[in-house]
């Protein structure tokens, strides 16, 4: 039988197999002795054990489209970063640091900001037009609400999205509203390794439809930036690559430079005064930390 790996615990692997369910299963010793290591979101081959109790032991590793470090997981499609338009907040310099961290794995990123129901004051459209000014995709929806589920579904659909994002944004309701008709059963799993549906402490694959799964991953309130320096935090962000051409010196870092292309298009509105705010924090934190030796 052939599956996906949606969680993996202390030496078990859940398989979902599409149409059967999941399984319970151990990898067979040939992996140890190759040193290689099942993944969340690997294609497997599963030898049957047990029909009834669904157990089995991982035969074979198909072969991966790509592979994360952060978080470890193979065969993932595209990213989808959450955030709340209010209650929380919005923190926009952790948003860039996950976009930064989406971009260092070459993942295509999807902004999602929830609670538009909870949005009187009109910011999400804002927050949003900032963002697609960037070049990237941005779609506001509302769990609570079930606004923007259809569309949100539709970007989904074949692929394996990572999720990310800070914990109280609504990751699980959103999760909750996609799962509406899904091919797995969830609460099996939940059964099986007797844990919360949603108390996500590991990192779990969740079947949405044929070919189309989450990555459900904790919660973060802070992240660091990993293997990268002050010189390269520019190419990370799209809208100061577009200006930097111009400006005066070579090897500009768009704070303090006279003849800076960056600041120019900053002061006439063409930046966002948030993104560039952002930039320059990161790039103050860079350069702070110890060089990065390879």
């Known amino acids: 039988m052939r599956g996906k790996i949606i969680k993996g615990i202390a030496g078990f692997y859940y398989v979902h197999v599409p149409g059967c369910g999941i399984y319970e299963c151990k990898a067979k010793g040939i992996f140890r002795k190759e040193q290689v290591k099942p993944l969340v979101g690997d294609d497997v ?18 072969p991966r489209s790509s592979q994360l470090i952060r978080p470890a997981v193979a065969n993932v499609d595209q990213a989808m970063v959450i955030f709340a338009i209010t209650r929380p907040q919005p923190n926009f310099n952790l948003l860039d640091r996950f976009l930064i961290m989406m971009q260092q794995q070459n993942l295509s990123c999807l902004i999602c900001l929830n609670k538009a129901d909870l949005d009187r004051e009109g910011k999400g459209q804002e927050y949003a037009e900032i963002y697609r000014a960037c070049g990237y995709r941005v779609l506001t929806v509302s769990a609570a609400g079930k606004q923007g589920i259809g569309e949100l579904a539709e970007l989904l659909r074949g692929r394996t999205t990572t999720v990310a994002g800070p914990s109280g944004v609504g990751k699980s309701s959103l999760v909750n509203c996609l799962q509406s008709g899904t091919v797995m059963e969830t609460g099996e799993i939940s059964r099986k390794i007797e844990r919360g549906r949603h108390t996500t402490r590991h990192t779990e694959l969740i079947a949405l439809g044929e070919d189309t799964y989450i990555l459900d991953t904790p919660g973060f309130s802070s992240l660091g930036l990993f293997d990268l320096e ?65």
């Open 230 to 294: 002050k010189g390269q935090l520019a190419a990370y962000y799209p809208e100061l690559c577009t200006y930097e051409a111009g400006c005066r010196f070579g090897g500009c870092s768009h704070t303090v430079e006279p003849g800076c292309a960056v600041r120019q298009a900053l002061e006439q509105g063409r930046i966002s005064g948030l993104r560039y705010g952002n930039y320059c924090q990161l790039y103050e934190e860079l350069k702070s930390q110890k060089p990065v030796y390879r």
């Open 45 to 62: 081959e599963i030898d049957l054990l047990d029909a009834a109790e669904k157990t089995g032991n991982i035969c074979a590793l198909l």
